[in-house]
């Protein structure tokens, strides 16, 4: 009985008569949120795919300005300045990346041997170039491959899709039967053949990994496109007097646009892997261009005395496979819908 | 299901007949010449090595010789091994390839199946974030590079292990096997442990609790059998992934095997043989995809395999 007191004695002016507002007994309190800010919202509370994100883009940046940063062309060759160990102002003095190096098993200073003045900051290889400029650029030509890799991929990919999907019959059934032959060559045998047919460079190696690289896209959007092009708002924009590429363009395609980035993150890793793969087996890259396949096999041939060669292109096709990897995770939980909590 | 097997039978027969035409042809663009090494000869001489290799004839004389052979099973004659058939050269070096194959599929699936469902039963603990993490380094590090640092490390400067060669036994095969298993160790981690957590959510396995059952009967005896089934649909994948391996791999520890081999007969333009290993890898991975979707529909009878979609 005590509460009804208390609060009988409250101020009467502290509180206001409310009534409902029927207006308003829809209204909905929170901001709705469209599909690309919801999934923006689950991908940022993703930690390992925003830190992959920040990785990325470092590492982007680096192989744009890297090459420029320490005044040493890539390609150019000082034979008395051959085989540097790692020297890096600043840290030198820690016993990490001083110039030392192993000369006949003992453990010599190699810049004070040679008299060299220069710091090289990932060392030098067989020819005297700097490693470290050497590094970006590849990672720049790496990097270029992959991405115009997967842009022909998804264009080819989406093309065909949408085409067999939303036209079906008879268009679907050859579409489909050439798929169907094509899905059962390995990718490795056609990417080897291709590239031997070819004349040794970038444009080869992007033909070789796009020549097949496109089914899996073509397939994906397809099975979307049959989903989306008998439901009601595509025969409501029919109905309205749509023509077949504005509904292709307008309606269906933007609702596949999830699953296309999802598949694309994956793509650029697997370009990236092949690139390395065929310039490791000797098939790729021919010298003096390089990338990071090249470098890793430069590397692995002097892995013996010399690691730091092998090492540090290792570590950047490495991280960027994880980011790639990372970030593709993150984008697949945040963009399909049926992971939705 | 009959007519869905002969319908597949009949593709991965035009594969192999694509695949085997398309090679012959993309062998006669080649810039190199099988017979460069031969430089030495006059043109009597060259006409003699042609003819002794048939490689006089005009070029669809050539192909129809070179299929019909293919159906007998014959790959033809080497040009690098002087008159030694491709159908030796790659028995003889199939061994090693298949036991670096089969031991990294053992141990790589079944450490990742471990892996996996360590994860998915102690989800969001320090055990799931480490074995994620770790499928992550495996799914990302090319195996050029782990191999390369597996044979610097263990094998150059601890020297446990042969750096290369396949003469030391078992010893030999070690490096070359860990390598190769990081892919299906990564891929069948990451797949355990999705199916493993969706499974335990299920209701079944809430009535395996509620009827006492305990955590090591009800992970291994009831969630473990449902958890596997959907692996065998990434065989395929990992099939792939082991061909793709094994060329380098081989090719870093210096074992004579079929990618060891498919490598250097691409550097010395060894036409036969480069179709031979080619048309071998085709019929090795085709002929997996096929069992492998035959495999999922026996054992799991809600996949209709005579659908037309998807």
Known sequence: ?341 | MVKYIGKRIVYMFITLVLIATASFFLMQTLPGSPIASYSKLNDTQKAIVEKKYGIDKPKPVQYAIYMKNLAKGDLGTSFAFKGKSVNDLLASRLKPSLILGAQAMVFGTLVGILLGMLAALKQNTFWDYGSTFFAILGISIPSFVFASLLQYWIASEWQLLPVGLWNDGWKSSVLPSLALAMGPLALSARFIRTEMIEVLSSDYITLARAKGANGFEIAFKHAFRNALIPLITVLGPLAAGLVTGSLVVEQIFAIPGIGEQFVSSIMVNDHATIMGTTLLFSVFLIVVIFIVDILYGVIDPRIRLSGGKG
Do not use: C
């Open chain 1, 1 to 341: 009985m005590r509460k009804e007191f208390e609060i009988e004695q409250l101020p009467q002016e502290d509180f206001e008569r409310i009534t409902i507002d029927s207006d308003k007994a829809e209204r909905i309190e929170k901001p709705s949120l469209s599909f690309w800010q919801d999934a923006w919202l689950r991908l940022r509370k993703n930690k390992a795919a925003i830190v992959s994100v920040f990785v990325l883009v470092l590492i982007v940046l680096m192989a744009l300005i890297g090459p420029h940063l320490n005044g040493h062309a890539g390609d150019a060759q000082n034979l008395r300045h051959a085989n540097l160990p790692p020297k890096i102002p600043g840290i030198e003095q820690m016993g990490i990346f001083d110039g030392v190096g192993n000369l006949g098993g003992k453990k010599v200073d190699l810049y004070e041997m040679k008299k060299v003045d220069e710091y090289y900051w990932f060392g030098t290889d067989g020819l005297g170039r700097d490693l470290f400029t050497r590094l970006w650029l590849g990672t720049q030509v790496s990097l270029f491959i992959a991405f115009v890799a997967a842009a022909i991929d998804v264009v080819i990919g989406v093309a065909y899709g949408l085409i067999s999907g939303y036209f079906g019959g008879r268009t679907d059934d050859i579409m489909q039967r050439i798929v169907e032959v094509l899905i059962g060559i390995p990718t490795l045998v056609v990417v080897i053949l291709m590239i031997m047919i070819m004349k040794p460079g970038i444009t080869a190696i992007i033909i070789a990994i796009t020549i097949t690289g496109w089914i899996g896209m073509s397939r994906i959007v397809r099975a979307q496109t049959l989903k989306y092009k008998s439901q009601e708002f595509v025969l409501a924009s029919r109905t309205l007097g749509s023509k077949d590429g504005k509904i292709v363009t307008k309606h269906i395609l933007p609702n596949m646009l999830g699953i296309i980035i999802i598949n694309t993150m994956f793509t650029i890793p697997n370009a990236i892997f092949f690139e390395a793969f065929l310039s490791f087996i000797g098939i790729g890259l021919q010298p003096p261009a390089a990338s990071l396949g090249t470098l890793i096999n430069d590397g692995y041939k002097v892995m013996e005395h010399q690691s730091y060669v092998l090492l540090f292109p290792a570590l950047v096709i490495s991280i960027l496979m994880i980011a790639f990897n990372l970030i593709g995770d993150g984008l697949r939980d945040a963009l399909d819908p049926k992971m939705k909590d």
